[in-house]
Structure formats: structure tokens, C-alpha cells
């Protein structure tokens, strides 16, 4: 699957950050990823074992996030949380409305690392 | 003792392929080349969405395809049949294609020579949709066969188009697939998106398409013209 891609991606980020700051090794990794996204947590750290091998982000702990999925209203804008995989029809909870956009859930970025 | 410290890092995951994507973004539109990333499940139709647009339009527009796939060529000569410059690109097991392995396959095309490339990227629903490829549109193709609950299990992707083409509409008679439960489930996560039905088979609905790709990759080389390139 594509945790791969995205975890080789993930490592080269990290040490860019870490080299940049003068790190000597990298302890654990905050990591943000929406609702929206399918990759697996289990995954995203077994492959980052294997990658961040030799490298001073070996044996870093990858701190998942996840970001719930939010729509905004179009009629009234209320921000709220709802399930993308849901068979049922999403509307909002204050005024019913069906046309929503998008507020969250897309997310897939680092937010900071600790290092020693 | 050293200290733990913390490093703020706030930066996409895939910002390097980010990065890479708005190089070949910028580099296309110098030469007024509009990209579309075509994706779908293996089978919905993009070989064959492809070939009907190169055969309508090949004689308006310089179009060349750049083929996705894991391990085939099958599909770059079909295209190599028609007359249509075409870039194999054999992923070896990448199940989607990235910025840089587009790159690659646009060196091996003259862009001077060019008013269109269309990405025929690798099938699959899941991947494809988190790699910006630096296409200046990107589309999906639903078939009929594969069920109206796709935007429930693949949400991304359904949310990063700009077109969704629902393909073998000449199966809808006799199948549960609800049309109407396909568009709220698709717009509820994307408002702007274009959706057109058709059939490639009985040809149903294909001039909507074609019409869709010449006013896109018009309105680009118009645009492109209008920020300084005088390419003609």
C-alpha cells in the first residue's frame, strides 16, 4: 500500500527538520493525518522501522493523530463533525441543511519532533 | 544528560512531491501544455476516455499521454497506434504515480510540440488521489459495475477532482445503482465538481466529455497566452 510512499516521504522531512536543528537523534515524531486519509498506523510504524534504519530517526515513536473529518454549512456556516463513510445522508445539525463543504480531513503533515 | 527538546515542524508529509509538482506546473504552463491526471479503479473506462478524446480532438489540439502502470505496456500502444506520442511509465510495484516519475515521463516528450498531456494513471482508487502529479486538472472515473458506495469507502479522491465521469451508464438498467445517492455522496464532500454520465460503449454522453477537455485545455493556452508566453 501506499504507507510506502508516504512513510519514505515522512522520513525525509524528519531528517531534514533534525539535521537543520542540529539533532543527534530523533525520539518521537507528531504527525497529523485526517479523517479522510485510509493510512494505517500499525503500517506507517513498521515501515518507518525498517526505512529510519542507520539513520539518527531509528527507533523514533510516531505519534498519530488523527484529525476527525468536519464539514462547514453553506447556509449557515456551523462547523461539525460527521463521518465520510456514512451511507446515510449528511446534514447539518442546526439547520439541516445538504450543502456542506469540506472543513477537515485532508490533513497529512508533521507537526514537530523531539530530539535529542 | 542531554535534554529532549522539540523541533516544530509543521510541514506536509509529501511536500517534497509538493514541490516537485509545482516545478512541473510552472514548466507547463511556459509552454501552455495542459495536464489532466485520469484516474479510476483498473477497467472503469480511462483507456478508453483517452482514446475517444485523442480520436475527437487530434486534429485540433497536439495531445501525447503519459501510461501509468505497474508492470504493462499495453495501454501506451494503444495510443502508439493511433498516432498519439505516448510515455510508458513502469512503476515495478508503485501503485500510483508521483510528481517525480511524471517528470520523468515529460522529458521524453517535446512540450514545444504539445498542447495537451493526459496522465493515465496507475487503477486504483486509494493512492493516486495523495499525489499531486502537477496536472492542472485532475479527474475520476466511476463505473456503473463498481456501485454508488464508492465515494463512502474513497473518499479522498472523490474530494481532490475536478471532474468525476460516471462510466457505463448503458448498465444502469437492471442495476441498483442510484444516481442521485451518487451525486449528494460526492458533492457532500466536494461542492465544485463537474459530473457527467456516459457510455464509451454505445457512446452516450462522450461529446460532453470531449467538450469538457477542448474548453479546459483552451481556456489554459488562453490563459497561458494572456501571463507573457508566445507560444502559438
Known sequence: ??????????????????????????????????????????????????????????????????????????????VFPADPRTREAIRCPLCSSAQMTLATGRECFVQQIEVV | ??????????????????????????????????????????GSGKTSLILKAVRALKDTFRIAVIEGDIDAMVDAEKMVREGIPAVQIRTGGACHLDAPMVAAGLKELDLAALDCVIIE???????????????????????????????????????????L????????EGSDFDPEALRERVLRLNPGIRILSLSCRTGEG??????????????????????????E
Request: proline share 3%; glycine share 8%.
Open chain 1, 1 to 78: 500500500m501506499h504507507e510506502l510512499a508516504v512513510t519514505e516521504s515522512l522520513l525525509q522531512v524528519v531528517l531534514r527538520h533534525a539535521n537543520e536543528g542540529g539533532a543527534g537523534k530523533v525520539v518521537s515524531i507528531s504527525v497529523r493525518i485526517g479523517g479522510l486519509s485510509d493510512l494505517v498506523n500499525e503500517w506507517v510504524q513498521r515501515y518507518f522501522d525498517h526505512l529510519s534504519k542507520g539513520t539518527i530517526a531509528e527507533g523514533a515513536v510516531i505519534r498519530i493523530e488523527r484529525i476527525p473529518t468536519t464539514f462547514c454549512c453553506d447556509a449557515c456556516g456551523h
Open chain 2, 206 to 231: 462522450v461529446s460532453e466529455w470531449i467538450r469538457w477537455l477542448a474548453d479546459e485545455i483552451e481556456a489554459f493556452r488562453s490563459n497561458s497566452r494572456i501571463n507573457g508566453n508566445d507560444k
Open chain 2, 121 to 163: 494513471n496507475v487503477g486504483n482508487l486509494v493512492c493516486p488521489a495523495e499525489f499531486d502529479t502537477g496536472a492542472a486538472r485532475r479527474a475520476v472515473i466511476l463505473s456503473v459495475p463498481e456501485g454508488d458506495d464508492k465515494p463512502l469507502k474513497y473518499p479522498l479522491i472523490f474530494s481532490v477532482c475536478d471532474l
Open chain 2, 1 to 42: 544528560m542531554t535534554e529532549v527538546r522539540l523541533i516544530e515542524v509543521r510541514e506536509e508529509i509529501l511536500a517534497e512531491n509538493r514541490q516537485e509538482a509545482g516545478d512541473i506546473r510552472a514548466e507547463l504552463r511556459r509552454h501552455g501544455v495542459f495536464m489532466l491526471n485520469l484516474m479510476s479503479s483498473p
Open chain 2, 165 to 172: 465521469v460516471i462510466n457505463k451508464t448503458d448498465y444502469l
